[in-house]
């Protein structure tokens, strides 16, 4: 069984257009990510929720809505795309310890390729 | 400055050297810290956590220099497999809520 699934795996579209990438996953984890891996490799933090609220929000434009839910599913919109859009979305859980801190391994879905064109 | 930096190679070595890769981080808060790997065309998998004492597994061994905001790690007999982006990631803070930072990765060749 795939921990973390993302969907869908391939994304390209025109500039302009609406798209979402779901993920879910498990792993019964607390905590939920997006992150944004561009050409260069340099793999961002773009959000992060916890039991389904938002508690990173990365700088992003707001063009980029999260949607959590629950705390296994945590879905991505992005509205009116853009070339510089174009990167790997990355999905991933972890799980909090009690007393809240959390383990620092993140468990990543197979990433979404997104091609603006 | 960016909050973790490595340099990105590429590494290209032979089978059964030793290389070894730093990552700095400016956070001198940052609690935790970790390698990962990844494939080509891969999602990133937890490698090793680094520990302030070092540790080791394996061939690979990861340390801590918390003075010099720097951690390392070192891969002995290298092998064919080895061949993978290594990401160092920072967790800056104990508590909950952090966010794991990734440096942007070097990049490691092992060719016969």
């Known amino acids: 069984d795939t921990a973390v699934s993302q969907t869908p795996k391939y994304l390209v579209t025109q500039m302009g257009n609406d798209k979402s990438i779901k993920c879910e996953q498990n792993?019964?984890?607390?905590?939920m990510y997006w992150y944004k891996q561009d050409s260069k490799k340099f793999l961002k933090i773009m959000f992060s929720?916890?039991?389904?609220?938002?508690?990173i929000n990365e700088t992003v434009p707001n063009r980029f809505s999260p949607k959590s839910p629950d705390k296994a599913h945590l879905n991505l919109h992005i509205n009116s795309l853009e070339l510089g859009d174009s990167a790997v979305y990355f999905c991933?859980?972890?799980?909090?310890?009690?007393?809240?801190?959390?383990?620092?391994?993140?468990?990543f879905g197979e990433g979404s390729r997104l091609t603006v064109l | 400055r960016k909050e973790v930096e490595q340099d990105p190679g590429p590494f290209n070595v032979p089978e059964g050297a030793t290389v070894a890769f730093n990552c700095t981080y400016s956070?001198?808060?940052?609690?935790?810290f970790f390698w990962y790997r990844q494939d080509c065309r891969k999602e990133p998998k937890l490698l090793m956590s680094?520990?302030?004492s070092g540790n080791e597994d394996g061939r690979f061994t990861a340390q801590l220099n918390r003075a010099s905001q720097y951690i390392s790690l070192l891969i002995r007999d290298s092998k064919l497999s080895d061949s993978a982006t290594y990401l160092c990631?920072?967790?800056?803070?104990?508590?909950?809520?952090?966010?794991?930072?990734f440096g942007q990765g070097t990049i490691l060749t092992v060719h016969p």
């Open positions: 991933a859980s972890s799980q909090e310890l009690a007393g809240g801190s959390d383990t620092g391994e993140l468990f």
């Open positions: 792993l019964g984890h607390d905590t």
């Open positions: 929720y916890n039991n389904k609220e938002l508690i």
């Open positions: 956070n001198s808060a940052s609690q935790s």
């Open positions: 680094v520990y302030s």
């Open positions: 990631a920072v967790w800056p803070r104990g508590t909950s809520y952090g966010k794991l930072t």
